[in-house]
């Protein structure tokens, strides 16, 4: 997405989060919602 | 840390309408038996983006639709049965892939030989209209070298399909008492752009919902070879390098998210009220994409659309619905 240098926020991890594919961070929530409802459970 | 906190006060107030039409929605078809709450979400988005429209400073907010929407996607994956689904594959599979191929032949030989609309354009629609509407678009145009207003153009037909379709493909349902399944992969391989899928497969029903989106999503996991393939066609002129770098270029990485849910939760690791709360999850995503589907269908850019790419997509349209139809009562 973003990953033109000017777009920069200053932080690391938002500017590595907009330069990736939309797709990659649908995945990652997704997968992020799933973890976190099988941590929920397993507590 | 200030670069976080930046990122998230430019999109809160983008985001905030978004919240604020998804609970509207939910509110409203609390109290209108019968009404589905994802439909209010798309009407109460057109009904703003069309009379008070998105101010600017939400611009950035709204714009996080398709992100919501693809994750609502991947969570979808937990509530597929998946042997249903490997029961009805092959003949889902089997029909996407002819659709898809029929399809964008018929469109290319409709849009140069009855509109006589010139190339990349009728790529362009071909495209979009085949696999996976405005995405489509800009994938291959990207391949393709096409000019920004060439793309444009085609999109903006393309949205007016989207939006007409949204509407009409679940009242053609009811009439022709379509079951959820038919309905759901009659809608997955016919209509455009996959919002839109998705947001009629729900209306219609929830299994309807949960047919369209996954036939839709192997509709647009055929992006990458049709992208080669124009590529490959198009070669004097592509500005693209074929191959398997672009196959995985153009291929939707959510839908692998979507598989491994769907494993996991058929694999039995997730108890009913966890399955039930990612649902929830899911529903809630759904319902602030489709508010930010609605903001995007602009009535007004429709008007400026020409009536040669309206008339190629539409002789595309009614084609391969009636096709499709006729092959979902038969197989399915």
Known sequence: MASDPDDATGSAAVDRWTALDRGWQALALGLGVVAAHLVGQAL | ?332
């Not at chain 2, 929407?69 to 996407?96: C, N, Q, S």
Request: hydrophobic residues 60%; contains cysteine; aromatic residues 6%.
């Open chain 2, 1 to 332: 840390m200030t670069g976080t906190a930046e990122a998230v006060r430019t999109h809160l107030p983008g985001l905030g309408l978004l919240v604020g039409g998804a609970v509207a929605a939910t509110l409203v078809a609390g109290a209108v038996p019968g009404l589905q709450p994802l439909v209010v979400a798309v009407a109460i988005g057109v009904g703003v983006g069309n009379t008070v429209g998105v101010p600017e400073v939400a611009e950035p907010g709204v714009g996080v639709d398709k992100l919501f929407l693809e994750t609502g996607i991947v969570l979808l994956g937990a509530a597929v049965a998946v042997e249903e689904f490997l029961t009805a594959g092959p003949t889902v599979l089997a029909l996407v892939v002819g659709v898809v191929g029929g399809g964008l032949l018929f469109a290319e030989v409709a849009a140069r030989g009855l509109f006589r609309i010139g190339s990349p354009t009728s790529s362009l629609l071909a495209a979009g209209a085949s696999i996976c509407g405005v995405s489509a678009v800009v994938a291959i145009g990207r391949v393709l070298d096409a000019r920004g207003a060439d793309i444009t153009f085609a999109a903006a037909t393309i949205l007016l399909f989207d939006a007409v379709t949204l509407v009409a493909f679940p009242l053609a349902g009811e009439w022709l008492g379509l079951t959820g399944r038919q309905f759901g992969v009659w809608a997955g391989v016919s209509m455009f752009s996959t919002g839109p899928v998705a947001a009629a497969g729900f209306a219609y029903s929830p299994e309807a919902g949960q047919w369209a989106t996954v036939t839709k999503l192997a509709r647009n996991s055929l992006l990458g070879g049709v992208a080669v393939a124009y590529s490959l066609a198009y070669a004097a002129r592509s500005a693209a390098d074929p191959g398997v770098r672009r196959l995985w270029a153009e291929f939707p990485k959510f839908l692998l998210g979507f598989l491994v849910v769907a494993v996991v939760a058929n694999t039995g690791l997730l108890s009913p009220a966890a399955l039930a709360s990612i649902g929830r999850v899911s529903d809630a995503l759904f319902a602030l994409a489709f508010v930010g589907l609605g903001l995007s269908i602009r009535i007004d850019d429709m008007r400026a659309v020409g009536a040669a790419p309206v008339g190629a997509v539409l002789v595309h349209l009614l084609a391969v619905s009636a096709v499709a139809l006729a092959a979902v009562r038969w197989l399915l």
